[in-house]
């Protein structure tokens, strides 16, 4: 059962990331990317962790998903984007790209069980990782805080009008 | 639960001072009157005022502050004092400039954030706390790079911050690797982790860290990681310049200490090589583009490549055989510490050739400064020499050092190579000497100078030279913070 929802989720994984690739309209490919990271998040979901499946969701799917397609509305990009000619990047990531592949098909071909591992029944629960996030990983947690707001700040201070006297 | 907490924010005071003034600052910012967020000039200077003294009653103390992922000890407070005095100093200059007195205050809010970024990374004791502390100071220099809004600060802006993105990349990769071998981001488990570790994930480890060390090698501009350097520093407000050249170039270099001192003696990675072809590539190449230049922010910019690449020249005398040499990494703070003066003092000057608005860029435009206002000029000339690296400045004493580290962990080709290298500098450096006093002016323009800009000319200018006749106090407690080096 575990197995064919393995399958099943996998399947919509890799078809979305094909359709993000392949389709021609940048919209719907961004709209693939919605479906891919919708089987990650589903699969996460089957390794016994909830919490990060959630926030697969809520980041990715929603968030920056809202953000790719705010900048393809902006940018407004041509339609048709496949490459027709073959340049010397082309060929070169299509050559690593495929040694990435040969490895990752030999690892998975050659990979031995592991042996299965007791964990507690509540882990990667909400309350799991609360509790990691507020003692050991307390400093960064609240220390990334610092480092959206400087964020924040760049986007308010970039974005806003010119300077008087300034040179645009 | 208490004790913990309260450890933490002892150990992390400096930090935590620095992130509430820019946070009152902000707020401040919100309800001032637009015309007035230039007077943030004097909080902000108070901030880092008290900061520091902070840092140095830390540093007299000693004792090794340590909660969670942090570790205060007194390599974390030297460093922290080279930021502090950097930012310090550059904060000063932007007085004069359009940014400080720019409406709206973000630009003091930005700078105290970055100072609080690079204590940060000072004070971690964790990669992954060392990545985010990065990241907040990398966030606030590019947003600091491109405050005048115009097409060269938008372009410097933005290469430095892909660049930055760019470089970032390698150092989580590193990370991911390091975690992956060693089960922890922590430096203290990951040399024990190490020390066992064997066959794979000692190579992981192994490529962990040079992936690291190609990381802050973009961070402290090393060739080949260099090319991003020169148009950032062009394009930035001279102020920001000067942080860059000296407390961004400092915290990068903080970081590295702590990779020497956390992965040298176990990795058996051939160091001393890798970094003294680093030190030797960014000498050299940084020299030999800087004769070339005619624009003296650039000139600066590559010089600042070179000065990097004498600092890597004591990073590769901190390892024999395998064991760290606490002086050689003294040599380097006294180094950062010593440059950071000079540098900043010369960017003073530059600052000061401009007026509010616009900046006079072109080395030409020096001719005849000697005439209209001889102190700037024997100011400038001082600060040139001791770029040079000649007696009786800091400059000369900082090398010194460095090279005597170098001699006695057995460097002798990289210091022959160091030496020749000053050589070569002197030729640009005593170009604009030589341009300040013996040419003719075309159409100069006599600056207004400010009292703050001349404290800043005038601080420096005696720093320079007291530093380099009596220079055995600072670097003793240089020596002594890098003394019980443990994680």
């Not at chain 2, 001072?17 to 902000?44: D, H, M, N, Q, W």
């Not at chain 2, 800043?456 to 003793?476: D, H, K, N, R, W």
């Amino acid at each position: 059962m575990q197995l064919f929802f393995f399958y099943l989720f996998s399947l919509i994984t890799l078809s979305g990331a094909v359709l993000v690739v392949a389709h021609p309209n940048t919209l719907s490919s961004a709209m693939s990317l919605i479906v891919s990271l919708f089987g990650v998040a589903c699969l996460f979901v089957l390794l016994a962790a909830p919490f990060v499946a959630t926030m697969q969701l809520l980041l990715y799917a929603g968030a920056i998903m809202v953000l790719f397609i705010f900048v393809i509305m902006l940018l407004n990009p041509s339609t048709n984007r496949l490459v027709k000619r073959l340049s010397f990047g082309g060929l070169l990531g299509i050559l690593i790209s495929s040694y990435l592949a040969v490895i990752l098909v030999l690892r998975v071909v050659s990979f031995n069980k592991p042996e299965e591992v007791a964990i507690s029944s509540d882990y990667g629960s909400l309350r799991e990782v609360g509790q990691l996030l507020f003692s050991t990983y307390l400093v960064p947690f609240e220390v990334t805080s610092l480092l959206l707001l400087v964020a924040i700040i760049g986007a308010v201070v970039l974005g806003r009008q010119s300077l008087p006297g300034g040179r645009s | 639960m208490t004790i913990l907490f309260l450890a933490m924010a002892k150990a992390l005071a400096p930090f935590l001072a620095l992130v509430l003034s820019g946070l009152l600052l902000l707020i401040v910012t919100a309800f001032l009157p637009k015309e007035k967020t230039r007077l943030l000039f004097y909080p902000t200077l108070l901030a880092l005022a008290g900061t520091t003294i902070l840092v140095a009653t830390n540093w007299v103390d000693g004792f090794p502050l340590e909660g969670g992922m942090v570790i205060s000890d007194r390599i974390a407070y030297g460093f922290d004092l080279v930021f502090l005095l950097s930012v310090f100093l550059s904060t000063i200059l932007s007085r004069e400039t359009e940014e400080g007195n720019a409406h709206g205050g973000e630009y003091y809010v930005l700078t105290l954030f970055a100072t609080a970024g690079m204590v940060l990374m000072a004070h971690s004791r964790d990669l992954l706390l060392l990545f985010i502390a990065l990241e907040i100071m990398s966030l606030s220099a590019y947003i600091l790079t491109s405050y005048r809004q115009s097409a060269k600060g938008a372009e410097a802006g933005m290469k430095y911050f892909v660049m930055g993105a760019f470089a970032s990349g390698f150092l989580l990769y590193g990370i991911a690797l390091i975690y992956g071998a060693t089960g922890s981001t922590d430096f203290s488990v990951i040399t024990q982790a190490g020390a066992g570790a064997t066959g794979n994930s000692l190579w992981l480890i192994r490529i962990g860290v040079a992936l690291l060390l190609i990381g802050f090698g973009f961070k402290i501009a090393a060739v080949p990681f260099h090319f991003w350097a020169p148009d950032v520093y062009e394009g930035a407000p001279t102020p920001v310049t000067a942080l860059m050249a000296s407390g961004v170039k400092a915290a990068g270099f903080v970081a590295l200490v702590r990779l020497v001192i956390a992965f040298a003696p176990f990795t058996a990675l051939p160091w001393v090589k890798i970094l003294s072809v680093l030190a030797f590539l960014t000498m050299t190449i940084g020299n030999l583009i800087a004769l070339k230049q005619t624009n003296i922010k650039r000139m600066l910019a590559y010089s600042s490549i070179a000065h990097a690449g004498y600092a890597l020249v004591g990073l590769a005398a901190s390892i024999k055989n395998g064991q760290i040499q606490e002086e050689a990494l003294a040599a380097v703070l006294f180094y950062m510490f010593a440059y950071s003066l000079m540098t900043i003092g010369a960017f003073a000057i530059v600052v000061a050739m401009g007026r509010k608005g616009d900046e006079v860029d072109e080395i030409g435009d020096y001719a005849g400064l000697s005439e209209h206002h001889p102190a700037l000029a024997a100011a400038m000339a001082l600060f040139m020499i001791s770029l040079t690296g000649i007696p009786p400045t800091l400059g000369f004493i900082g090398k010194f050092y460095l090279l005597r580290a170098a001699v006695s962990s057995g460097l002798i080709g990289l210091t022959v190579v160091a030496v020749l290298n000053s050589v070569i500098s002197a030729f640009y450096y005593l170009s604009v000497v030589m341009v300040i006093y013996f040419q003719k002016e075309k159409g100069y323009r006599l600056p207004q100078l400010s009292y703050t800009l001349l404290f800043a000319v005038s601080f420096t200018a005696m720093a320079v030279i007291y530093l380099g006749l009596f220079p055995e106090e600072l670097f003793q407690v240089a020596k002594q913070s890098f003394q019980a080096v443990v994680f």
